[in-house]
C-alpha cells in the first residue's frame, strides 16, 4: 500500500521559516517526480513546487519562488520543501503529491497533508 | 483568481449525469491533453479520478469520464451516487512559466 506521510507543519510567526517533510512508503520513491500542492483553509487546491526524481529539475509556482525550496533524498524516501518568508497567505495545509515518471502531471497520489499557520 | 475556470457549483439527482466544465486557454488546457481531474471528498485528501484528459487510473469507476473541446475541457459523472458529492477540480500544464494550475474548484451536491 503507498503511503505518503507528511511532517513539520505547525505555527509560525510571519517572516519565519518552516521545513516540511515527507516520507514515502510501498512505492519504488526514486521513481517519480514528486509535488507540495496546498490548500488555504476553505479555498482551493494550488500547486507550490515540483521535483523530477534525480533532483535534476525543479518548478516553482510564482507565488513562492525564490521564499521556497524543495528537494528530495531518494535514500530516505524523502522529499522535502524549505518555506521562507512566510506571510499569512502561505496559511494552508500542505500535501505531498507523488506525481508521474517522466511527465509533470498528473498528481498520481495524495498525502493526508500537514497544516502550515502563519500568525502571530 | 485561479487559472482554470470552473462553475462554483454543480447539482444533480440520483442517477443523473452531470458536466462539470473547466475553461482554460490556448496556453494550457488548449495547447496539451494533459487536463486531469481530482475528487476530494469532505475533510479528505484529494484523488486522481481523470488524467491526460480522458484517461481513468486503475479503480476510478467508468461513471467517470473527461474530455475536451478547445481550451474547455469537461469532466462527466453519470449515473451520480450519494457518494460523487465531494468537490471537483480540474488541473492542466501550462506554457506559462512551464507551471501547473488548477481551476477553483466545483462543489458537486446530489439532490
Known amino acids: 500500500e503507498v503511503q505518503l506521510v507528511e511532517s513539520g507543519g505547525g505555527l509560525v510567526q510571519p517572516g519565519g521559516s518552516l521545513r516540511l517533510s515527507c516520507v514515502g512508503s510501498g512505492l519504488i520513491f526514486s521513481n517519480y517526480r514528486m509535488h507540495w500542492v496546498r490548500q488555504a483553509p476553505g479555498k482551493g487546491l494550488v500547486w507550490v513546487a515540483g521535483?523530477?526524481?534525480?533532483?535534476?529539475?525543479?518548478n516553482y509556482a510564482k507565488s513562492v519562488k525564490g521564499r521556497f525550496t524543495i528537494s528530495r533524498d531518494n535514500a530516505k524516501n524523502t522529499v522535502y520543501v524549505e518555506l521562507k518568508s512566510l506571510t499569512a497567505e502561505d496559511t494552508a495545509v500542505y500535501y505531498c503529491?507523488?506525481?508521474?515518471?517522466?511527465?509533470?502531471?498528473?498528481?498520481?497520489?495524495w498525502g493526508q497533508g500537514t497544516l502550515v499557520t502563519v500568525s502571530s | 483568481q485561479s487559472a482554470l475556470t470552473q462553475p462554483a457549483s454543480v447539482s444533480g439527482s440520483l442517477g443523473q449525469s452531470i458536466t462539470i466544465s473547466c475553461i482554460g486557454t490556448?496556453?494550457?488546457?488548449?495547447?496539451?491533453?494533459?487536463v486531469s481531474w481530482y475528487q476530494q471528498l469532505p475533510g479528505k485528501a484529494p484523488k486522481l479520478m481523470i488524467f491526460?484528459?480522458?484517461k481513468r487510473p486503475s479503480g476510478v469507476s467508468d461513471r467517470f469520464s473527461g474530455s475536451k473541446s478547445g481550451d474547455t475541457a469537461s469532466l462527466t459523472i453519470s449515473g451520480l451516487q450519494a457518494d460523487d458529492e465531494a468537490d471537483y477540480y480540474c488541473s492542466s500544464y501550462t506554457t506559462s512559466g512551464d507551471t501547473l494550475v488548477f481551476g477553483g474548484g466545483t462543489k458537486v451536491t446530489v439532490l
Open positions: 490556448s496556453s494550457d488546457v488548449g495547447h496539451y491533453d494533459l
Open positions: 491526460d484528459v480522458t
Open positions: 503529491v507523488r506525481g508521474a515518471t517522466n511527465s509533470w502531471t498528473p498528481f498520481n497520489f
Open positions: 521535483i523530477t526524481s534525480d533532483s535534476a529539475f525543479t
